[in-house]
């Protein structure tokens, strides 16, 4: 199995369903894998990424501290296996003795351990194969930011009607109503 080594671009939250998206990032090449994963693991990964500490464990900092508590050390995690359209991942765990054991998990669940473990993310070569793509040559980065600056000033008599309507707003009437709630 020959393995692509890559980072965590980014989450994003898809406008349409409001389902998160993890965007991984070859570390070689231009090219990402996009997951769909469930808000609370991308709310997982974002914490630790942003260094957010909780007064105590998550799940997946359960996970982490059991393997260790146990003797073990997360060596890395992998995007194994795409079938049917469901990503599959794997814990990398090396136990005392030289023995190492595969732990099955959903990739959500395995990259929100490994940015715990703070350890290596890969992902198989025939997976990215499949499912990885390029960036788009037709979109340009985004354009640095500029300042705004108006094109012309509006004249005080365009702007009378909204004065006459501020001008018109009781607003005694407004605290009276809101003391009655």
């Given at each position: 199995?020959?393995?692509?080594?890559v980072?965590?671009?980014?989450?994003?939250?898809s406008?349409?369903?409001?389902h998160?998206?993890?965007?991984?990032k070859d570390?070689?090449?231009e090219r990402?894998l996009t997951?769909w994963i469930?808000?609370?693991?991308?709310d997982?990964?974002?914490?630790?990424?942003q260094e957010?500490?909780?007064p105590?464990p998550?799940?997946?900092?359960?996970?982490k501290?059991a393997i260790r508590?146990?003797?073990?050390?997360?060596?890395?995690?992998v995007?194994?296996?795409l079938?049917?359209?469901?990503?599959?991942a794997?814990?990398m765990v090396?136990?005392?003795?030289g023995?190492?054991?595969?732990v099955?998990s959903?990739?959500?669940?395995?990259l929100?351990?490994?940015v715990?473990?703070?350890v290596?993310?890969?992902?198989?070569?025939t997976?990215?194969?499949?499912?990885?793509?390029?960036?788009?040559?037709?979109v340009?980065?985004?354009?640095?930011?500029k300042?705004?600056?108006p094109?012309?000033?509006v004249?005080d008599?365009?702007l009378s009607?909204?004065?006459?309507?501020?001008?018109?707003?009781d607003?005694?009437?407004?605290?009276?109503?809101n003391?009655?709630?």
């Amino acid at each position: 199995m020959s393995l692509v080594e890559v980072s965590i671009d980014s989450i994003r939250v898809s406008l349409m369903t409001q389902h998160r998206l993890v965007i991984l990032k070859d570390v070689q090449l231009e090219r990402y894998l996009t997951i769909w994963i469930g808000v609370c693991e991308a709310d997982a990964i974002t914490w630790e990424l942003q260094e957010h500490t909780s007064p105590r464990p998550l799940t997946h900092d359960l996970i982490k501290n059991a393997i260790r508590d146990m003797g073990g050390t997360i060596s890395s995690i992998v995007i194994s296996d795409l079938k049917d359209d469901i990503f599959y991942a794997r814990i990398m765990v090396d136990l005392a003795g030289g023995r190492k054991i595969e732990v099955d998990s959903r990739p959500s669940d395995a990259l929100a351990v490994a940015v715990r473990a703070k350890v290596p993310i890969y992902v198989d070569d025939t997976v990215m194969e499949r499912a990885a793509s390029l960036p788009d040559p037709e979109v340009r980065e985004e354009p640095e930011e500029k300042e705004v600056k108006p094109t012309s000033e509006v004249p005080d008599d365009k702007l009378s009607v909204f004065k006459d309507f501020l001008d018109s707003l009781d607003l005694d009437d407004l605290d009276d109503s809101n003391q009655e709630h």
